[in-house]
Every structure is written in structure tokens, then in C-alpha cells.
């Protein structure tokens, strides 16, 4: 079963910027198979998508973050980043990597990564 590991969260001020990481060891294949997404999670909030890249590397965002953030894949590395920009207090949460609902899978989350921006 793919493990995934998220990493990078941290604080920073409004406007800033930051890259997180996750990574999926041994999970073979599975980046050039199934589209990848970051969620976000806020208190009391379900997991929401904020960005997919699909295994031709076609990416997509939802309205809040679309020209903000970036995110791309490394399947040697199998790793799959966001490049986070112009940070704003409502990006704050726990980020979250899986595969896109589109392509469902039974992966385990991970622990995920808190990130808080600050005014």
C-alpha cells in the first residue's frame, strides 16, 4: 500500500512564500498512473482540493489559489511538490497529498502538514 509524507509546513507572514513536499516511497508506478492532488484541511472543514497534477503533468487549481500556487511531480523521485506564493491568511491548514477522488485509491493519508499565515 503507498505511504505518503508530508513535509514543509511551517509559519510565515502574509505574502510569502513556501514548497512543500511529498513524498511516497515505494510506491513504485503509482505518480505516472494516477493524477495527484494537495488537499487542505481547516477545523471543522473537510478536505478540500486546492491542486492537481494528472500523469501527463496537467495541472489544475480551484479559484483561491489558481496564479498563486504551482504544483509539479517528480516521478523518479516520487515525489509531488506545491510552490506556494503570495500567501494569504485563509491558505492556513493542513496540507494533505493523495490521488485526485477522480482516480480512487485505497492509499492511507498521511499525517500531513500544518501551515499558518500570519498577519
Known amino acids: 500500500q503507498v505511504q505518503l509524507v508530508e513535509s514543509g509546513g511551517t509559519s510565515v507572514q502574509t505574502g510569502g512564500s513556501l514548497n512543500l513536499t511529498c513524498i511516497a516511497p515505494h510506491s513504485g508506478d503509482a505518480l505516472k498512473r494516477h493524477p495527484m492532488s494537495w488537499f487542505r484541511q481547516t477545523p471543522g472543514s473537510e478536505r478540500e482540493v486546492v491542486a492537481t497534477?494528472?500523469?501527463?503533468?496537467?495541472?489544475s487549481y480551484s479559484a483561491a489559489v489558481r496564479g498563486r500556487f504551482v504544483i509539479s511531480k517528480d516521478n523518479g523521485k516520487h515525489t509531488v511538490y506545491p510552490q506556494m506564493n503570495d500567501l494569504k491568511p485563509e491558505d492556513s491548514g493542513v496540507y494533505y497529498c493523495?490521488?485526485?477522488?477522480?482516480?480512487?485509491?485505497?492509499?492511507?493519508w498521511g499525517s500531513g502538514t500544518q501551515v499558518t499565515v500570519e498577519t
Open positions: 493523495k490521488s485526485n477522488p477522480s482516480s480512487p485509491t485505497n492509499w492511507t
Open positions: 497534477i494528472t500523469h501527463r503533468n496537467r495541472t
